[in-house]
T-cell receptor, first 116, second 115 residues
Framework: AQSVSQHNHHVILSEAASLELGCNYS??????LFWYVQYPGQHLQLLLK??????LVKGIKGFEAEFIKSKFSFNLRKPSVQWSDTAEYFC??????????????FGTGTQLKVEL | DAGITQSPRHKVTETGTPVTLRCHQT?????MYWYRQDPGHGLRLIHY???????DKGEVSDGYSVSRSKTEDFLLTLESATSSQTSVYFC??????????????FGAGSRLTVL
């Protein structure tokens, strides 16, 4: 079974600081990886995804993530955060049909607060 | 969200009563999912469907049942609600993929409080 670990549960940063949120997954086969964001009071929105190819993927709002297969990691980064990035961030993995179906398994989330 | 409608958006009920949440999609996607979101647990899959009348359990399916009689509708039923089922419930849809390259789109959520 696939699982996802997010190391940081709460992160507080000042505007313009750099961000890196950790995500590790456990599944030995081919995986598809996602980061979703949930702004206060809203539903989840896709931030970025990795299916194959270039392990450095770019998403919306200046976010990027790097897939490191040897470390089973898919960390999220942003060079300079803004107050509007305050939200909860979820890492998720889908191992496809061979890994148990089209099911997305989520991490427990990281609450990011950006202070002015 | 565009293409997914959840109802009701808010519901307060009492322990022991049945509750049904509805998810309606207009995207004609094959896969539909019910997740619950709780602090400290993230999102956990309750049940999902991979076609009309085809459903399977997720990791927290006890106390829940689902039905999908039409492509566009996926119902989640709590036969006898308990306080531990107080949560925010999200429906999601996806076209599906044999490789798992399946992007899920989420609904706005249904907040259920069981007193």
């Amino acid at each position: 079974a696939q699982s996802v670990s997010q190391h940081n549960h709460h992160v507080i940063l000042s505007e313009a600081a750099s961000l890196e949120l950790g995500c590790n997954y456990s599944y030995g086969g081919t995986v598809n990886l996602f980061w979703y964001v949930q702004y206060p009071g809203q539903h989840l929105q896709l931030l970025l995804k990795y299916f194959s190819g270039d392990p450095l993927v770019k998403g919306i709002k200046g976010f990027e993530a790097e897939f490191i297969k040897s470390k089973f990691s898919f960390n999220l980064r942003k060079p300079s955060v803004q107050w509007s990035d305050t939200a909860e961030y979820f890492c998720a993995v889908n191992a496809g049909i061979t890994g148990g179906g089209n099911k997305l398994t989520f991490g427990t989330g990281t609450q990011l607060k950006v202070e002015l | 969200d565009a293409g997914i409608t959840q109802s009701p958006r808010h519901k307060v009920t009492e322990t022991g009563t049945p509750v049904t949440l509805r998810c309606h999609q207009t995207e004609n996607h094959r896969y539909m999912y019910w997740y619950r979101q709780d602090p400290g647990h993230g999102l956990r899959l309750i049940h999902y469907s991979y076609g009309v009348k085809d459903t399977d359990k997720g990791e927290v399916s006890d106390g829940y049942s689902v039905s999908r009689s039409k492509t566009e509708d996926f119902l989640l039923t709590l036969e006898s609600a308990t306080s531990s089922q107080t949560s925010v419930y999200f429906c999601a849809i996806g076209a599906g993929s044999t490789s798992g390259a399946n992007v899920l789109t989420f609904g706005a959520g249904s907040r259920l409080t069981v007193l």
